[in-house]
């Protein structure tokens, strides 16, 4: 579950329409409104490292954490031209464990929800409390919300260029949405299938801020999907800021 062995020779080119050039900007707008000047950023669950590329390029220091070996190979090789280059760590969110403190957790693109056992998550989140700089640390993450996962429940959806094609089917049960990846890919005259199944958690606004505040943050806010706006309900995505305030 949720190993991006097949998908992550592929992610970049699924997820073009993502604009993480547009996520980083937002987030630039976050910490200033935050009164936050970091240096050092750690990109959590950062994937293929676009956003910490973005990020570097824009002169933060970056760490980026990964559970997938397959897809730090992908970061490290989008990250190549940095200077300086970003760390990139193979750990797991629940196993966070740095050589010092960052100014700012970044985690991103619903990485929150593919923790799907709530005392992993807790334990996630207070790993992350650890690792942040005492009195001006700041955590953000999104979320995929319940009304989105009502929404796609039962749904396929397709992604395709000229010699690979994707299929997923996303179906919910309980608290877990699984959706179920097929590609196909061309070589010539012949095309190859590779499977894989992912797996999110469908988390509460209550459930998280109850579990931040047991970790210890403070100053807990929700915003609207990339904007600054209180969460009215119906959004598919939302944002979370906490703060440690040793």
């Not at 629940?94 to 403190?101: H, Q, R, S």
Request: glycine share 6%.
């Amino acid at each position: 579950m949720n190993s991006y062995q097949t998908l992550s020779a592929y992610y970049d080119r699924f997820t073009e329409d993502v604009g993480y050039a547009v996520w980083a900007s937002f987030f630039e707008r976050l910490f200033a409104r935050e009164s936050v000047v970091p240096a050092l950023i750690l990109d959590l669950a950062c994937g293929t490292g676009s956003l910490t590329k973005l990020l570097a390029d824009r002169g933060y220091e970056m760490i980026g954490v990964d559970a997938s070996p397959e897809m730090l190979m992908q970061a490290m090789n989008n990250t190549m031209d940095c200077e300086p280059r970003p760390l990139f760590l193979h750990q797991r969110m629940e196993e966070l464990d740095l050589y010092g403190t960052v100014d700012v957790c970044l985690c991103c693109l619903d990485s929150i929800n593919y923790v799907t056992d709530p005392a992993a998550l807790q334990r996630a989140f207070e790993r992350v409390y650890l690792f942040l700089e005492p009195k001006t640390g700041l955590f953000v993450f999104d979320i995929n919300t319940p009304e989105k996962f009502a929404r796609i429940d039962g749904e396929s959806f397709v992604r395709e260029d000229e010699d690979v094609f994707c299929v997923w089917q996303a179906a919910v049960e309980g608290a877990l949405c699984a959706y179920q990846f097929d590609i196909f890919e061309r070589s010539g005259a012949q095309w190859s299938r590779a499977q894989e199944t992912h797996e999110e958690r469908i988390y509460s606004l209550a459930e998280l801020m109850g579990m931040l505040e047991k970790a210890g943050f403070t100053e807990i806010r929700t915003y609207g999907d990339q904007s600054f706006a209180p969460v009215q309900g119906g959004e598919d995505r939302i944002y979370f800021t906490a703060r440690k305030r040793d």
